[in-house]
C-alpha cells in the first residue's frame, strides 16, 4: 500500500491527501464512518454504485472519491474508482497512473475496458481514468454503450465510485442520475457557500432526490490552528 499516506502532495493548484496504513487516526476513522453511512444509504438499494460531486470546483471531490475507494477496498470487496470528469479530471494525478486511454476511449470504442482499466492499484481497488478529453462529454454519458458498461461494471465489482465533475459547472453528474443509487457531495468549509448548498439541493431534485449525504472537508477542529479533519454528515 504505497500511495504516500498522510502526506500532501501537489497536483497542479490542489493539494491532495490520500489514506493509508500510516495516516492520522483521525483522518482514517473519519473516512470509515463516512463508508458506513453510505453502505447503510446504498442497503436498501439494488446498485452498490455511487457519485461523488461537489458544486464548485476545487472542493476536494477527487480526493474524497479516492479515498473513499480506498477505504471501501480495505473491506476485501471488489471496487472500481472511475474518473467520468471527461472535462478537468485529476484521478491519474493522484493515483499516479497513465492517463493515456479511459473512460472516453471505451465508451468511444477506442478500447476494450479490460485492456485499458488499471488493475490492483491498491489491492481489490481498479481504477478507470479518464482517458482521452472529449469535445463531446456529455453526448458521452447520455450513449447506450456508456449505459451497457455501467451495467457490467456493476456484476463484475462490489462497488462502483464515480467522480463526477461539479454540479454547478455543468451538467455531467445529474445525468448519471439513472445509473447510480445517489450522490455524495463534497462541501469545503470556507469555501462553500450557503447559496452554494441552496442551489446544489435544487440541482438534485432534478435526479430524483438521489442524494445520500454530505461530506465536509478541511474543518479546523481543536485549539491548534490549521488543524485539519474529515466529517460525514448523513442527508434526510
Not at 27 to 35: G, Q
Not at 57 to 72: C, D, H, M, P, R
Amino acid at each position: 500500500m504505497k500511495i504516500k499516506i498522510g502526506k500532501k502532495k501537489s497536483t497542479g493548484n490542489a493539494r491532495v491527501e490520500t489514506i493509508s496504513d500510516k495516516s492520522k487516526f483521525a483522518i482514517v476513522e473519519s473516512y470509515k464512518a463516512a463508508r458506513t453511512n453510505i453502505m447503510f444509504s446504498l442497503s436498501a438499494d439494488e446498485k452498490k454504485t455511487f457519485a461523488v460531486t461537489s458544486y464548485s470546483k476545487g472542493e476536494g471531490k477527487s480526493t474524497v472519491s479516492s479515498n473513499l475507494a480506498i477505504s471501501f477496498s480495505k473491506m476485501e470487496k471488489r471496487v472500481l474508482l472511475i474518473d467520468s470528469d471527461l472535462r478537468r479530471p485529476n484521478v491519474h494525478n493522484i493515483f499516479k497512473v497513465e492517463n493515456t486511454a479511459g473512460l472516453s476511449n471505451v465508451i468511444g470504442k477506442m478500447g476494450d475496458f479490460d485492456e485499458i482499466v488499471h488493475k490492483d492499484v491498491l489491492p481489490n481497488l481498479d481504477i478507470l481514468t479518464s482517458g482521452t478529453i472529449p469535445p463531446n462529454p456529455s453526448e458521452l454519458l447520455c450513449s447506450t454503450r456508456f449505459v451497457d458498461l455501467v451495467q457490467r461494471l456493476n456484476n463484475e465489482y462490489d462497488y462502483v465510485i464515480f467522480d463526477t465533475p461539479p454540479i454547478g459547472v455543468v451538467s455531467d453528474a445529474l445525468l448519471l442520475k439513472d445509473l447510480v443509487a445517489g450522490y455524495v457531495v463534497v462541501l469545503r468549509e470556507r469555501s462553500t457557500t450557503h447559496g452554494d448548498i441552496q442551489n446544489l439541493l435544487e440541482s438534485t431534485k432534478l435526479a430524483d432526490g438521489k442524494l445520500l449525504g454530505f461530506i465536509k472537508v478541511g474543518c479546523t477542529t481543536g485549539k491548534k490552528r490549521g488543524k485539519r479533519n474529515y466529517y460525514y454528515y448523513q442527508y434526510y
